[in-house]
């Protein structure tokens, strides 16, 4: 027996004295309504109203369950009010700062045509992990080894001139004595200054030859991208990266190079990457 939809049809009818008027008031059709109190009175053992051809009247037992019956309908209402308040209220998400701002719309409007509305925090890698320890989002998109990745975006160099070959050796910028102007240099953006990127090209810096200038974390992406247009520098970035700067994007040779992204939560990551695994991926520019 449906006891909310029983008691909701009680309420109704002896609010009303009328079994019509009582089943149209609580949208339901008069048999409906007659079937359901029946039930209820069936369910208690005792008759709940005392039927005329005019009128229904409570019993002594009907007036005395009608208040307990207000109180479950009434909680009911509270319940259904509060789980369509809960579906809409926003699901707070930290994303990098690579996103696009057209791919960050994209993000939002394809969540809602997933019955989710998505409140964006977009920051740097140690921002985002603070947001989501805080618990001031539901989840964040943090940086991750490739070997953890949910989402994997690959890397290269970029620069304003038509780089001229096929992959970049990291080799190919050491300075020589007699070599004239300033040594070239790799930007790294905030979002890939992370020790499992920033360590292995240090490391490759050094093992090239590289001065330690020639590896150099930017403050932000505009900066980077600044130094990189008037300049032979080149941009540690992801081909998507590159199209929008309008930037030549080579691959490395030396090594691979790959942004790794999992999804942290507060609570269990696998329904909003189940809604929206693949709209996160085009928001990151990440390969299939």
């Known amino acids: 027996m449906d006891l909310v939809g029983a008691c909701r049809a009680f309420v109704s009818v002896s609010e009303r004295g009328s079994f019509t008027v009582g089943a149209a008031a609580a949208r339901m059709s008069q048999p409906v309504a007659s079937r359901r109190i029946a039930a209820l009175e069936a369910h208690f053992g005792e008759q709940l109203f005392e039927r005329t051809s005019r009128r229904a009247v409570l ?3 009907g007036r005395d369950m009608l208040p307990a019956a207000r109180q479950l309908v009434l909680a009911a209402d509270v319940l259904q009010h509060e789980a369509e308040a809960a579906k809409r209220k926003p699901w707070r998400l930290a994303v990098p700062g690579i996103c696009s701002a057209v791919d960050l719309a994209r993000l939002v409007a394809d969540a809602r045509g997933h019955g989710v509305t998505l409140e964006l925090r977009v920051g740097p890698p140690p921002r985002r992990l603070e947001l989501v320890r805080s618990q001031q989002v539901r989840a964040a998109l943090l940086p ?3 070997d953890e990745a949910r989402w994997s975006v690959p890397l290269g160099l ?6 001229g070959v096929k992959r970049v050796y990291v ?3 050491r300075m020589g004595r ?3 102007g300033p040594a070239r240099r790799i930007w790294i953006q905030p979002e890939d200054d992370v020790p499992h990127l920033r360590d292995p090209l240090t490391r490759l810096r050094d093992a090239v030859g590289l001065r330690p200038v020639q590896l150099a974390v930017a403050t932000d992406l505009t900066t980077a991208a600044a130094e990189v247009l008037c300049s032979r520098d080149l941009l540690l970035c992801s081909p998507e990266q590159a199209r929008e ?3 030549s994007w080579r691959p490395l040779g030396d090594i ?3 942004r790794g ?3 942290t939560a507060t609570d269990d990551p696998q329904q909003i990457q189940a809604r929206l695994g693949d709209v996160i991926a085009r928001c990151l520019g990440a390969v299939a």
């Open 178 to 180: 007699a070599d004239p």
């Open 144 to 146: 991750v080894p490739p």
């Open 256 to 258: 691979t190079v790959t």
């Open 261 to 263: 992204y999992a999804l």
């Open 59 to 61: 019993t002594s037992f």
């Open 245 to 247: 700067l309008s930037l």
């Open 171 to 173: 080799e190919t910028l």
């Open 158 to 163: 970029a620069g304003a001139q038509d780089l």
